[in-house]
């Protein structure tokens, strides 16, 4: 059957990320999760062993667009850094996807991601969970992807916020 690519970004979220999982597995789905490193802590390790442990994807997010102005060598090893740290702190190595700040990229980037051995993962044209100037809406979204989602298409929904990664993202779960 068709597939559809689901991906949350900017995680791990306190809240947010269990009672997301709680929904894939009710739904029987499975997702990618770009979580950022510096939002991985002692306290948020466990959400993202649940996310290893209930057959999901772990890639790699930023939350900073520097690593477009990095040298490649630079990019890779902050790479190869954070899923040492992602390694260390929830027992498995992250898939080698990476999804940069806002889709933000440049060659250099590219260069490193060659050196680290990672792939660069966008998403399908409007399909994320932004909504220009309003407040997102649980509906409203859903009926927005469901229009223009199709076979193949990659969907980026926010489980946490760059900046604040206990961001309230109720709309994200329901």
């Known amino acids: 059957s068709p597939t559809v690519y689901l991906t949350f970004d900017d995680g791990p979220n306190p809240t947010a990320t269990p009672q997301l999982l709680d929904v ?3 739904q029987g789905a499975t997702a990618t999760f770009f979580i950022i490193d510096r939002h991985l802590t002692e306290r948020t390790a466990p959400i993202v062993r ?3 442990d209930d ?4 890639a790699l997010h930023t939350h900073t667009r520097a690593l477009m102005l990095m ?3 630079e990019v890779a090893d902050t790479l190869t850094m954070a899923a040492d740290r992602i390694e260390r702190l929830a027992g498995r190595r992250p898939c080698r996807a990476f999804r940069p700040h806002g889709g933000w990229r440049s060659g250099q980037m590219y260069a ?3 050196e680290a051995d990672f792939a660069l993962v966008g998403w399908g044209w409007s399909l994320w969970d932004f909504n220009w100037y309003r407040t997102p809406d649980s509906a409203r979204l859903a009926n927005r992807l469901a229009r223009r989602v199709a076979a193949g298409d990659i969907v980026v929904i926010h489980d946490g916020h760059h900046e ?6 109720r709309y994200a779960v329901e």
Request: hydrophobic share 40%.
């Open 24 to 26: 894939l597995d009710a």
């Open 50 to 52: 649940r996310i290893f």
């Open 55 to 58: 057959g999901h994807a772990v």
């Open 71 to 73: 040298t490649p060598t």
């Open 112 to 114: 490193g991601l060659a």
């Open 164 to 169: 604040n990664p206990r961001a309230d993202r």
